[in-house]
């Protein structure tokens, strides 16, 4: 929890751990996952596909049950809300999916979407108070004329057209926290920064907070510049900050190798820029999760007896204004490149 911060957090995960199964074999998908958002805040997730980034998010909406550790929700254990509370709860956690296509009933038109959730919760009153408010959520999100799309099914839209409906289902119940899902990776390039710009108006008009789930680290350090990066690997939260601090001053080697993959606007910049060597390009199977520091065997830094022995825990370090999970770090030794011993030829 941040000290700073006047008020409890919107929601807040402490030492959330979540297992699957698969047959007789138990997956550690996340592992002591600690982390906090506050109102009207904007929280990137960024990581490989797989590190458990779509399974918070689903946890922080309730969607989803931890299998050890708490979520809170304004400084209340979830499990304790009832009646109202518990009312007032899943209203205010609302979730976007990636697929706008799969999340949408094709058998439904655009306002009978909008018109279920806001007859459900009685958000309006009346016929007339709910065709109101389906042409001000659609106008909000920006389809307009609302009459030209109200009638329509989701198989007569576009995907930016389908991912501004999800987004505009999410609004009807007046959430505080909005988890976005990849909500622009399947629509092209050039909507998505119209999609961005949206929802950091919505954020701005409607005070709600945003946690921005993306495999994308250019596009998290576009969308969340005034807010927080965590970054995530194999279910664990590695490195979590201000979004300046962790571009311009990355602490983690994972975040490390993510910088220095990200290409840049000149091509001649791009082409000279040194890229991380890691020790191994595989990924590790949940199955099998490396002991001590996850990212021990790609990571160019590792030092033997530590890294691979000891569980690495998110703190902050000296140098660094974001918290990170790295033993050398922790432990004020620096990162220093790793040269294995060589053994010695033949015959020598």
Known sequence: MDETQPNPPLIELRGVHRYFRQGRVRIPVLQDINLAVYDNEIVCLVGESGCGKTTTGRIMVDLLKPSAGEVFFRGKPLDSLRGKEKAEQRRALQLIH??????????????????????????????????????????LVDLTPPGDLVNKYPHQLSGGQRQRVSIARALTVNPKLIVADEAV????????VSLLKMLHRLRDELGVAIVFITHDLALAKYFAWEGRIAVMYLGRIVEVGPTPEVIANPAHP???ALISAIPEADPIVTRSKQRMTLRSEDIPSLTRIPPGCAFHP??????????????????????????????????????????PIEEPELGS
């Open 185 to 192: 990776s399947m629509v092209d390039v050039s909507i998505r």
């Open 254 to 256: 994972y975040t490390r």
């Open 98 to 139: 990636q697929d706008p296509f799969a999340s949408l009933n094709p058998a439904h038109t655009v306002g009978q979407i909008l018109s279920f959730p806001l007859k459900r919760h009685r958000m309006t009153e009346g016929r007339g108070g709910v065709r109101r408010r389906i042409w001000e959520l659609l106008t």
């Open 298 to 339: 790609r990571c160019p830094f590792f030092v033997p007896g530590l890294c691979d022995v000891e569980f690495p825990r998110l703190e902050h370090v000296d140098g660094y204004a974001q918290q990170v999970a790295c033993l050398p770090l922790a432990r004020g030794l620096g990162l220093q490149e790793y040269a």
